[in-house]
């Protein structure tokens, strides 16, 4: 960065007089990279130490600096660098063509000393602090990310507390939901949302009274239609808003105990109609509920709840999506290692 170090400065032009004209004017305070033509300064700007700020010179044979001003523009890696062209009088016409490709300034040939040392410190200043906003907003941007997992998981965590699941249940569940989703191909992004919407899958069960969700024994109609209202209530708790993240913790909330054949519920929608985050979903948190210890059963085992999970393909599960959670189960055995429930 210019504040601490010498910022660097990189003039092109195809005259070395007048590159050793701007070189006088700035090296007492910059350092200085030159390029006679336009194929050697890209080569330069794309280089490791990018330049702080370009000199560009107009008119010059092979790539003139408009082309130049160009292709550093689009390329992600050149295109903040501020460019100002430095140009004869007589080419001055063409100003509003190199402001539309993206310069910030003109200096016009014959130069004048403190005329450009000016120019150069104010647009050097200006990229310092664009610069800086820009760490800042990219920390703050990550800062609230961390802080709305992090809600998430807690909020994920709270429904256990009445429930009775154990805390390592969500977090075994959202890997194995992980596993799946990359197994099939998502993007990385999506994986990870689906990894960290997965917890709030039963949120719901903050809204479910203790007498129903904390009864010993088997439910009666009665009390299981409440139960089931959990998904409803889920959906209502997380609400609608424009982080991917929650819409995804919301749609998993309100379909995860939708069946393939159309015989879950709330919607009783089928097949490809539920959502692939449901669908995915719902092997994993079945799964991990079979293979987990709960008051009222004993733990199965991995090929009990393998089975089972065969059986129920192509009517709770989807059929397509089985054989390929079967194809993650070493790593879903390395994280219930990790994460054994704990009494
Ligand atoms: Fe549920
Ligand atoms: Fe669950």
């Known amino acids: 960065m210019a504040s601490k170090n010498k910022a660097t400065i990189l003039i092109i032009d195809d005259a070395p007089e007048n590159i050793d004209i701007l070189t006088g004017i700035l090296k007492s305070y910059y350092k200085v990279k030159a390029a006679l033509n336009g194929k050697a300064a890209i080569a330069i700007a794309n280089a490791?130490?990018?330049?702080?700020?370009?000199?560009?010179?107009?008119?010059?044979?092979?790539?003139?600096?408009?082309?130049?001003?160009?292709?550093?523009?689009?390329?992600?890696e050149t295109a903040h660098i501020p460019v100002v062209f430095v140009t004869a009088k007589s080419e001055i016409k063409d100003e509003e063509?190199?402001?539309?490709?993206?310069?910030?300034?003109?200096?016009?040939?014959?130069?004048?000393?403190?005329?450009?040392?000016?120019?150069?410190?104010?647009?050097i200043a200006l990229y310092d602090q664009a610069r800086h906003l820009e760490k800042l907003v990219q920390k703050r941007t990550a800062e609230l990310n961390d802080t709305r997992v992090e809600i998430i998981r807690r909020l994920g965590r709270a429904a256990e507390f009445?429930?009775?699941e154990t805390g390592m249940h969500v977090i075994r569940m959202s890997w194995f939901s992980r596993f799946l989703a990359e197994q099939i191909g998502k993007s990385e992004q999506w994986c990870d949302l689906l990894y960290n919407a997965?917890?709030?899958?039963?949120?719901?069960?903050?809204?479910?009274?203790?007498?129903?969700?904390?009864?010993?024994?088997?439910?009666?109609?009665?009390?299981?239609?409440?139960?089931?209202?959990?998904?409803?209530y889920g959906a209502e708790i997380i609400g609608d808003h424009h982080s991917p993240l929650l819409q995804l913790a919301k749609e998993v909330a309100n379909f995860h105990h939708e069946k393939?054949?159309?015989?879950?519920?709330?919607?009783?929608?089928?097949?490809?109609d539920i959502p692939i985050s449901a669908r995915i979903v719902a092997i994993a948190d079945v799964f991990d509920a079979l293979t987990s210890e709960r008051p009222y059963k004993k733990a199965w085992t991995e090929e009990r709840a393998i089975a089972l999970l065969k059986e129920d393909a192509g009517t709770h599960?989807?059929?397509?999506?089985?054989?390929?959670?079967?194809?993650?189960?070493?790593?879903?055995?390395?994280v219930q290692a990790q994460y054994r429930d704990e009494f």
Not at 50 to 72: S, T
Not at 102 to 115: E, F, H, N, Q, R
Not at 261 to 269: C, L, S, V
Request: aromatic share 6%; charged share 30%; glycine share 8%.
């Open 317 to 334: 599960f989807d059929p397509s999506l089985v054989p390929e959670f079967i194809k993650c189960l070493p790593k879903v055995r390395e």
């Open 260 to 272: 393939w054949d159309g015989n879950g519920y709330p919607n009783k929608i089928s097949g490809l």
């Open 198 to 232: 997965a917890p709030m899958h039963d949120i719901g069960k903050i809204g479910i009274p203790d007498r129903v969700l904390l009864k010993p024994g088997k439910l009666d109609s009665e009390e299981w239609e409440i139960m089931k209202k959990h998904v409803e």
């Open 48 to 76: 490791e130490n990018k330049p702080d700020l370009i000199l560009l010179d107009v008119l010059m044979p092979g790539i003139d600096g408009y082309e130049v001003c160009k292709q550093l523009k689009s390329n992600v």
């Open 162 to 164: 009445k429930d009775n």
């Open 97 to 123: 063509k190199g402001f539309s490709l993206g310069a910030v300034d003109y200096i016009t040939k014959p130069v004048s000393p403190p005329l450009v040392l000016a120019r150069v410190k104010t647009h």
